[in-house]
């Protein structure tokens, strides 16, 4: 009991800190202006939301609140009585509403007083301290929030109660309806070959159609997207694969960038090459120089590793920027004017058209990946990412299969690096700095090292996530790295974890050599 | 059993001041089970990784089939023909049983990445009987069924088992296993002891044993060679071995072949 009360007060302690901590940094207000805008009813530039999409907010933290501590993991009996429930929300929501209380207090008698707030915290506006004061005193609006806490925590708490003793009914509604699932015709379409065949019909289909209809800022944001799946599909084989921590990443993305631009732009060297011939030569070029980069750092691992290809990143960068290669790469000014992709004499450098060049070239690394990954290659490469020197007892070559993987790691960011120089148009040293190898290791963490979904996933949640939470404005980064830490406590394995695929032939062929074989250790049990 | 498999001659290695191996000079007969055994850091795991190509030795030469295989690396060492286990299992970890088999198929595969990407014929070919070949072993070795979990979710014995029948994935000649039985129980000892045996009846594979457990040791060795402080200090059958004063010098300090000698003469006499 008394260990319970105190895990409801703890509770009650966080929820407080991080009310008291968002209506600090105005969030409240955005919050509530975001709910509003959610039914339909947005609110104007200078005036404050409705009070009740506020309460509508802070309630559902509330209730969140009551309904953390209606139940905990210290529970021996699993069916906790109303009463003690009642009282755990109770206590958690007065401990919610005391911090409230006094936040309202202090900060609504400064504001009283006049003193400007946002001389201190810039989105702490008078207007905003009575929109949480609920435009009362601050001793009556301290009480309606203590108050509102109060009782939307004891709410929660009975309302996990009734959660509670629904769960076994809905666990065996959920198991009839599995059951029945896989006896009817449901069944038969789950295990039918072909059903995976339509459904990457239909998955191709979209994304055919999809580039025509949602205009030219999804197209570039998804292109965007596209681009760091590439990146993160090369870098997946470099890291989640063979295990070499490569932090220069970027390093490669540049050389397929400049490759492609220096022998398509007109200034410096006036090569014009055409758009597909200076595609292969950008993709083998960034091999070859995985393969250069990768001979001297054969011997080093884990951290050492790390720190060296770190290095080999930021040279690259510099180097396109130096002074000593500006008559070659133009220095800081960067490359202008390179190619768009040309087919038959048509140009198409729009955004349809360029979502398309992009989707196709993504689709062809998640082929190659794919395969490469389920083969005695991929086999080789997570052994060397185990055990590096058993890998090598066994057998595995590991001199030549950490420079396969960093070549075709390599490759797919050169390739990723020549379209994005081609749809901008334009490359210099500035879009190559460590924050892309950076952002692409986060990806593939994200994601789930080693796994192919797992990237096109990481893709979509650290490249798209941020332009839809673009809505929040300022805030975008804080509730970004706010899902970011909810994630890796709910998925630590990254969002779609590898898996390893069932290969064992339960009974293989016989063979006159195996026959007289006698019976092996441990066979009888 | 005339063919030599395996020779050391003068085999020397040394960390910083410590000479963890000091001219050993072994014959290991084709088709043979010999054991090197000693007290702990006689230098037996040591002299293990010089012929496994972990250590290149300071001094002296590793001739396997004739060949000196000092200085190559590991992964051509296994090509050659040489499997070992590990004191500590050593497997990898994350990856299916099946898989961890598939791997020791490395040396014998023919097929380049480019096969693996393209999906050729010979390569399909390859996969499947990798794959067939693999399942065949794990049932060798009594671990059917289990293929397809996780080596780190294996029970002790299992891996142990699994560790072996990866290595004789590439149908070695000369298989060496360190402290196979190690922390099995007796029964589970006894198994391990007759699979060996089999290991070398039914593939011809020749067999080094790095064991502790001295029933095993004596029970299923042609040849028992002792190390102590990284010397060789007696070499021979089990029976010479048991009654080596030196050997059980170096086992229980000095004097205690000469007390052995006389709980001995007061048994009999």
């Known amino acids: 009991m008394k260990t319970s009360l105190q895990n409801s007060v703890r509770n009650g302690v966080v929820f407080g800190v991080v009310i008291v901590f968002l209506a600090l940094i105005g969030f409240l207000v955005i919050a509530a202006s975001l709910l509003q805008k959610m039914v339909g009813n947005p609110v104007g530039l200078t005036s404050m939301p409705s009070a009740a999409s506020l309460l509508v907010f802070l309630g559902f933290l509330h209730l969140w609140n009551g309904w953390r501590v209606s139940h905990n993991k210290e529970d021996i009996d699993t069916n906790v009585p109303l009463k003690t429930r009642i009282l755990r929300g109770l206590t958690a929501g007065v401990t919610t509403g005391l911090f409230l209380l006094v936040y309202a207090l202090v900060v609504g008698t400064i504001n009283e007083r006049g003193v400007d707030m946002r001389v201190y915290l810039s989105m702490l506006s008078s207007q905003s301290i009575d929109f949480f004061l609920f435009n009362q005193s601050p001793l009556v609006g301290g009480l309606i929030q203590f108050g509102f806490s109060a009782a939307a925590a004891v709410v929660g708490a009975v309302l996990a109660k009734f959660a509670d003793s629904g769960k076994d009914k809905v666990k065996s509604i959920q198991k009839a309806a599995v059951a029945w699932s896989d006896k009817s015709w449901l069944g038969k379409v789950k295990t039918n070959p072909y059903v995976s065949y339509v459904l990457i019909g239909v998955v191709l289909l979209l994304l055919v159609l999809v580039p025509r209809q949602w205009g030219a800022y999804w197209n570039y944001i998804m292109g965007t997207v596209g681009i760091y799946v590439l990146l993160g599909l090369g870098l997946n084989i470099i890291v989640g694969l063979s295990g070499q921590l490569v932090l220069g990443y970027v390093a490669f993305f540049a050389i397929g960038a400049y490759s492609f631009a220096l022998v398509t732009a007109p200034d410096p060297h006036n090569l014009q090459f055409n758009f597909w011939i200076a595609l292969v030569i950008a993709v083998l070029v960034s091999a070859l120089s995985g393969v250069l980069i990768g001979l001297p750092i054969l011997r080093l691992r884990g951290d ?113 690096g020549a379209l994005f120089a081609s749809r901008n148009q334009f490359t210099g040293p500035e879009d190559h700095v460590l924050m892309v190898s950076i952002n692409v290791l986060c990806l593939v963490i994200v994601g789930g090292m080693g796994s192919i979904p797992g990237v096109v996933l990481g893709a979509f949640a650290l490249k798209g996530l941020p332009e839809i939470l673009r809505e929040l404005e300022s805030y975008r980064l804080l509730v970004f790295g706010a899902l970011l830490v909810v994630m890796m406590i709910l998925r630590p394995e990254g969002l779609w974890p590898a898996k390893r695929p069932n290969l064992e032939v339960k009974q293989p062929p016989p063979e006159p050599e195996t026959d007289t074989r006698p019976a092996a250790i441990g066979g009888g049990s | 059993m005339s063919k030599v498999m395996l020779e050391t001659k003068q085999v020397t290695k040394i960390f910083g001041g410590l000479t963890a191996v000091n001219r050993v000079d072994l014959v290991i007969p084709e088709g043979a089970i010999a054991s090197i055994i000693g007290p702990n850091g006689a230098g037996k795991t040591t002299l293990f990784n010089c012929i496994s190509g972990f250590y290149n030795p300071e001094f002296g030469a590793v001739l396997f089939d004739g060949k000196s295989i000092k200085g190559v690396l590991t992964d051509k060492i296994a090509g050659l023909g040489i499997s070992r286990t590990y004191q500590n299992i050593r497997l990898f970890q994350n990856m299916t049983a099946v898989e961890n088999i598939m791997v020791g198929f490395q040396p014998r595969l023919t097929q380049d990445w480019w096969a693996a990407i393209l999906r050729t014929p010979g390569y399909n070919k390859e996969e499947k009987f990798v794959i067939n070949e693999a399942s065949k072993l794990l049932k060798y070795v009594g671990l059917e069924g289990l293929g397809d979990h996780l080596a780190v979710n294996l029970p002790y014995g299992a891996q142990r088992r699994l560790e072996i029948a990866r290595a004789l994935a590439n149908k070695p000649k000369l298989l060496l296993l360190d402290e196979p039985t190690a922390g099995m129980n007796p029964q589970e000892t006894d198994e391990m002891k007759e699979f060996i045996r089999h290991v070398r009846d039914d593939l011809g594979i020749t067999i080094i044993l790095i064991e502790h457990d001295m029933r095993v040791v004596m029970d299923i060795s042609d040849q028992i060679s002792v190390l102590d402080y990284g010397e060789k200090i007696a070499e021979g059958t089990p029976k010479e071995i048991q009654s080596n004063p030196r050997v059980i010098e170096a086992y229980l300090g000095p004097g205690a072949a000469a007390l052995s000698e006389k709980y001995r003469r007061e048994k009999t006499g």
């Open chain 1, 304 to 416: 050492y590793l790390a720190i060296v290809t770190l290095g080999f990143g930021e040279i690259i960068r510099i180097l396109l920027k130096s002074d000593w290669l500006k008559d070659f790469t133009l220095g800081p000014r960067g490359l202008r004017n390179i190619a768009g992709p040309t087919l038959f004499g048509r140009e198409f450098i729009g955004d349809i058209d360029f979502m398309y060049l992009i989707i196709l070239a993504v689709l062809l690394a998640l082929f190659i990946a794919r395969r490469v990954q389920d083969s005695t290659v991929g086999r080789a490469w997570l052994a060397i990412s185990q055990d590096e020197t058993v890998a090598q007892a066994t057998g595995v070559d590991t001199y030549k299969y950490k420079l396969l993987a960093l070549a075709i790691g390599a490759a797919f960011a050169g390739l990723g």
